[in-house]
Nanobody, 123 residues
Framework: VQLQASGGGLVQAGGSLRLSCAAS????????MGWFRQAPGKEREFVAA????????LYSDSVRGRFTISRDNAESAVYLQMNSLKPEDTAVYYC?????????????????WGQGTLVTVSS
């Protein structure tokens, strides 16, 4: 499975961005998918995840209420709508396909990773 993330860019604090991630094969439609991010000098951290059915979304405390994850299995795609962005949201965002159908906050639960898309939020 190959993943292609897009939608990153530069935005002012308080603004919005929508990240997209397309999987190369429909096998991803049977698996949970998620988003992680990595800021400079920090470890990659969980952001959001969604089950293969499109429900059971999980969010990190830092983004809950501001970010929304969704997916379109017909397109083998997952999306991350990011609103009310803050400078601390600045990071490279990675999409990933989980090994199972249930979402997880653990990096080890994901077997396929995209190349990342950079989100920069200016103050």
């Amino acid at each position: 499975v190959q993943l292609q993330a897009s939608g990153g860019g530069l935005v002012q604090a308080g603004g919005s961005l929508r990240l997209s991630c397309a999987a190369s094969k429909r096998t991803a439609s049977n698996n949970a998918m998620g988003w992680f991010r990595q800021a400079p000098g920090k470890e990659r951290e969980f952001v959001a995840a969604i089950s293969w059915r499109g429900g059971g979304a999980l969010y990190s405390d830092s983004v809950r209420g501001r970010f929304t994850i969704s997916r379109d299995n017909a397109e083998s795609a997952v999306y991350l709508q990011m609103n009310s962005l803050k400078p601390e949201d600045t990071a490279v965002y990675y999409c990933a396909v989980a090994r199972l159908s249930v979402p997880s906050t653990s990096r080890s639960s994901y077997g396929y990773w995209g190349q990342g898309t950079l989100v920069t939020v200016s103050s």
